[in-house]
């Protein structure tokens, strides 16, 4: 009779990818119990046949169609078959560490230099598909741990996918810093490019074995000090960077100084514009101030004026009067009072032309008017030869009292001669 058992499951590590059940002979009804983490996969043959997730499941014909159909049922009433069970551990691998054995080679564009560099790092795992694992990876044997998968830390031993992961590495390196123009001397602000580029390339080949990486990490890149290149290829770097800092330094003192000159400039305009202002403003008030000025005096004058009783009309015929007199024109003969013959009658010609432009009234032109007539009419006899003309008689100034005056007015005061 073939020995069986009833209850079928795995409690293990961690760390196991796949773990193959000890047992092969299995009776119908037996118990398989299926860890949330976990899937279980039953082969025979050498063929993938059901696979069971999270679970208790009942073994019967019905729920293992594929194994059914090869099964052969033992002897003694008991409905025991065969098959090989597999666990495949779906919880995702953390903190795998890698790196590579070598060094990388690789030309920087920038400097023309060949220089190498080590790379370092870590990654997660997990499987995402338990047949492609058994059948690619696991086959025959009792089953897969991690550390056959990628090593242990950076010693690899007889990982599968040692050589793949330093190929990929070494090789996509070494392009990605080439495509994208990476400065090998700021290469660690560039890891996540890196990263994210050596995953996606890696997992390209993972994903045929039931694998996948959803994070892969660069985080050192080892560069090599001691190397004469790589030291020129600092050298060659920062005087690059103190030539620009110069020249950033310099444009920023001449955008300074221009800015100034600027400032400067508009300073002094604004200046000339205060200042011209301020003497505009000055010449206003001090033209106002000499109209204000002439326009009180003028009041003043004409104020004057009226509370002596005249007005600027009867002022200009006595002005008139006043300037004959002192040019010494008088009523007589000849060259009375220093007066001549011609300047009688220019002053009477004078005064009807004042007489005109001023629009002074009759009345007070008619004393002096009629005077300077009489003197031309005189002036006229004595050019003429008319006898009869006879020199005028002198007069007492009732204002002044001034004696003497041959003189139509009054040379002190101005005043007429009265009419007798």
Known sequence: MVEAISVIKYEGSNEVLAH???NEDFTIGSQLIVHESQEALFFRDGKALDLFTAGRHTL????IPLVRDLMQLG??????????IYFINMVTQMGIKWGTDSKVRLFDPASGLNVEIGASGNFNLRVVDSRQLIVKLVGTTEGLIQNEVAGDGLSYGNSMFKALII???KSNLARIIKEENLNILEIDAYLDVLSEKLRLDINETLV???LFMPEFYVTSIVTPDDDPNFVRLKQQFADKTLKVREEEIKRAEAEAAQGRKIVEAQTEAQLKQVNAQGE???LMIK???EADAYKMQAEAEAEEMKMKGYTYRDETARQVGLEAMQNGITGGSGTAGGGTVSDIAGLGVTLGAMGGVMNMTKEALNPIMGESQKIGEGVGDVISGKEGAAPAA???CPSCGKTGIDSRFCPDCGAPRPVS
């Open 167 to 169: 190929n990929r590495v």
């Open 287 to 289: 033209a106002k101030a």
């Open 208 to 210: 045929e074995y039931g």
């Open 394 to 396: 002198t007069w007492n």
């Open 280 to 282: 505009a403003d000055a």
């Open 20 to 22: 193959k059940h000890p």
């Open 75 to 84: 002897t003694g009433g008991e409905n025991v078959f065969h098959a090989e």
């Open 60 to 63: 019967v014909t019905n729920n």
